[in-house]
């Protein structure tokens, strides 16, 4: 994950409050190094981690082609097909 990516996303849990995100990372949308270092991003921020999606309010979705899914309450970070991170709803 380049600086960029990770400045963005560490740009955003500060916006909403480390402490306030429950965020659940979609491993398998996710290449497993990018995997591990967005973890590392989101443990350095102190966000508590959820084990499902439907538990979360903040949820990293990786590579997609078109906005994803989303709950009320709850932000979708994913990569669009041009590798821009985008977020989509809102907490």
């Known amino acids: ?3 960029k990516y990770k400045a963005e996303l560490q740009d955003k849990i500060r916006e909403f409050g480390a402490s306030n995100l429950r965020v659940y ?9 990018y ?3 967005l973890k590392d991003t989101f443990q ?8 499902s999606r439907d538990d979360a309010n903040f949820v990293f979705e990786g590579n997609c082609d078109a906005e ?4 009320a309450g709850q932000v979708v970070a994913f ?12 907490l």
């Open 1 to 3: 994950m380049g600086e």
């Open 44 to 51: 350095e921020e102190g966000v508590k981690f959820v084990y």
């Open 35 to 37: 995997f591990q270092h």
């Open 25 to 33: 990372l979609n491993e398998d949308g996710l290449h497993p190094h």
């Open 79 to 90: 990569f669009n097909p041009a590798q821009t991170l985008l977020f989509a709803g809102a």
């Open 68 to 71: 994803p899914a989303y709950q």
